[in-house]
């Protein structure tokens, strides 16, 4: 009922950027909360940014003054924009949704993932 969208991972030398998308679509009413996990191999997935739909963020340590997410919520988009990459970064990134799911008889909430984008940092 939804589908989840990433995009724009890849590699990237230490220091430099890149931005990740995240497109939902299919039977939203509205969306409570977007953000973006990773998953390191050999460790546990870890949250590394967080928008409510209050527009309050959260972000892991590692990442803050580095990484920033926004949403557009008109196009039910949460991005990641990821600057001053480290080798540490590298992961496989994973977009994360609550959404109000438009269902008959009631609409309920349910939490959706993305298929997952590799980003590889390392010279």
């Known amino acids: 009922q939804v589908q989840l969208v990433e995009s724009g991972g890849g590699l990237a030398q230490p220091g430099g950027s890149l931005r990740l998308s995240c497109a939902a679509s299919?039977?939203?009413?509205?969306?409570?909360?977007m953000g973006w996990y990773r998953q390191a191999p050999g460790k546990e997935r870890e949250l590394v940014a967080a928008s409510n739909s209050g527009a309050s963020t959260k972000y892991a340590d590692s990442v803050k003054g580095r990484f920033t997410i926004s949403r557009d919520n008109a196009k039910n988009t949460v991005y990641l924009q990821m600057n001053s990459l480290k080798p540490e970064d590298t992961a496989v990134y994973y977009c994360?949704?609550?959404?109000?799911?438009?269902?008959?008889?009631?609409?309920?909430?349910?939490?959706?993932w993305g298929q997952g984008t590799q980003v590889t940092v390392s010279s």
């Open positions: 299919g039977s939203i009413i509205s969306i409570n909360a």
């Open positions: 994360n949704t609550k959404v109000v799911v438009r269902s008959w008889p009631n609409p309920y909430e349910n939490d959706y």
